[in-house]
């Protein structure tokens, strides 16, 4: 894979011969702000534009900022749907053990869930990269 962005809360990977962009959120979120929080929700987007993918996989266990609604919100509006729109079809989460964390996530997923984009996006929850993987890559889509 590929490094294709490095922040100081995210490092962004890129496999071409797997169509894959890969998150992985640091434990510095923690002491993420909202716009610096948006800033990397957009960076994710234009990825997506430069680096054509089918799959992206967000590993968020060490993911420690907390999504407020009014962000959840924004995040389904202009982001969720702007990637389903470039042609991501499958979007795995590896969640963090630690609840507040992972209801967060969860909850922003839902609420882009929610939007009923006009394009094929399925999005999983998992606990490990290999679970992720295995339904990115391996399982057939659902119904």
């Known amino acids: 894979m590929k490094l294709i962005r490095k ?10 011969n ?6 992985i959120w640091l434990l510095s979120t923690e002491f993420m702000t909202d716009v610096r929080y ?3 929700m957009l960076s994710a987007v ?8 089918k799959y992206f996989l967000a590993d968020t ?3 420690k900022y907390v999504i407020s609604p009014d962000l959840q919100d924004w995040t389904a509006t ?7 729109n470039l042609g991501v079809m499958r979007f795995a989460y590896i969640i963090p053990e630690e ?4 209801l967060s996530v969860e909850q922003t997923v839902e609420e882009a869930d929610q939007l009923k984009v006009n394009k094929p996006y399925h999005l999983a929850y998992f606990y490990t990269e290999e679970e992720a993987r295995e339904w990115l890559f391996h399982s057939q889509p659902e119904s």
């Open 7 to 16: 922040s100081k809360f995210t490092r962004r990977f890129y496999d071409e």
């Open 18 to 23: 797997q169509a894959l962009i890969k998150s």
């Open 38 to 40: 948006r800033q990397e």
């Open 46 to 53: 234009e990825l997506v534009k430069k680096y054509p993918c």
């Open 61 to 63: 266990t060490w993911f």
């Open 78 to 84: 202009h982001i969720a749907e702007a990637i389903a």
């Open 99 to 102: 609840y507040i964390s992972s």
